[in-house]
T-cell receptor
Framework: KAGVTQTPRYLIKTRGQQVTLSCSPISGHRSVSWYQQTPGQGLQFLFEYFSETQRNKGNFPGRFSGRQFSNSRSEMNVSTLELGDSALYLC???????????FGQGTRLTVV | KQEVTQIPAALSVPEGENLVLNCSFTDSAIYNLQWFRQDPGKGLTSLLLIQSSQREQTSGRLNASLDKSSGRSTLYIAASQPGDSATYLCAVRYAGGTSYGKLTFGQGTILTVHP
């Protein structure tokens, strides 16, 4: 069965621009969560969605937002990009909010 | 503060050795603990999930244990191979409203298995 799919795999953006990343969870999974991975901070939780509702949000500025659609696909948006937003953004899905998490390959965002 | 710590940060062993990776967490109120591996530039691959009511889980050459009272988990890799070289990450789902749906990760152990 298909795994978690993230698109695009790579992005290069300029400071001040905005970006939208997409995540398609494993079929039947209703929980989608997002993480930012950087060499200095490691993996940090951004937010979690279940049945189209944001259930939890990490300590990130309001420039980071997300949503989940009725088919469980999720998008995250970062507005007014900063150099420090350069990171690997990972999406994970699970059947329930505390179930086994399965991760996608990530989107590598570079802000120049 | 709910944190996860992994020791050692890096480990280099010859092929064939049995090895243990350690993970500690600060609060015993957890839903579960999950071990992942990550190859350079790639996503995370789930290795083992241990529910809070379980003591250990096994998959092939991997065995993970959980001791909630001491806040520790270990990942045991038997007969290591060069293909096991990767970063191993421990992640905890703490219980409690502010932790809903969130995995808290350790910094990882970089494992190198040389032929």
């Amino acid at each position: 069965k298909a795994g978690v799919t993230q698109t695009p795999r790579y992005l290069i953006k300029t400071r001040g621009q905005q970006v939208t990343l997409s995540c398609s969870p494993i079929s039947g999974h209703r929980s989608v969560s997002w993480y930012q991975q950087t060499p200095g901070q490691g993996l940090q939780f951004l937010f979690e969605y279940f049945s189209e509702t944001q259930r939890n949000k990490g300590n990130f500025p309001g420039r980071f937002s997300g949503r989940q659609f009725s088919n469980s696909r999720s998008e995250m948006n970062v507005s007014t990009l900063e150099l420090g937003d350069s990171a690997l953004y990972l999406c994970a899905s699970s059947i329930l909010f505390a179930g086994e998490a399965f991760f996608g390959q990530g989107t590598r965002l570079t802000v120049v | 503060k709910q944190e996860v710590t992994q020791i050692p940060a890096a480990l280099s062993v010859p092929e064939g050795e049995n090895l243990v990776l350690n993970c500690s967490f600060t609060d015993s109120a957890i839903y579960n603990l999950q071990w992942f591996r990550q190859d350079p530039g790639k996503g995370l691959t789930s290795l083992l999930l241990i529910q809070s009511s379980q003591r250990e889980q096994t998959s092939g050459r991997l065995n993970a244990s959980l001791d909630k009272s001491s806040g520790r988990s270990t990942l045991y890799i038997a007969a290591s191979q060069p293909g096991d070289s990767a970063t191993y990450l421990c992640a905890v789902r703490y219980a409690g409203g502010t932790s809903y749906g969130k995995l808290t990760f350790g910094q990882g152990t970089i494992l190198t298995v040389h032929p």
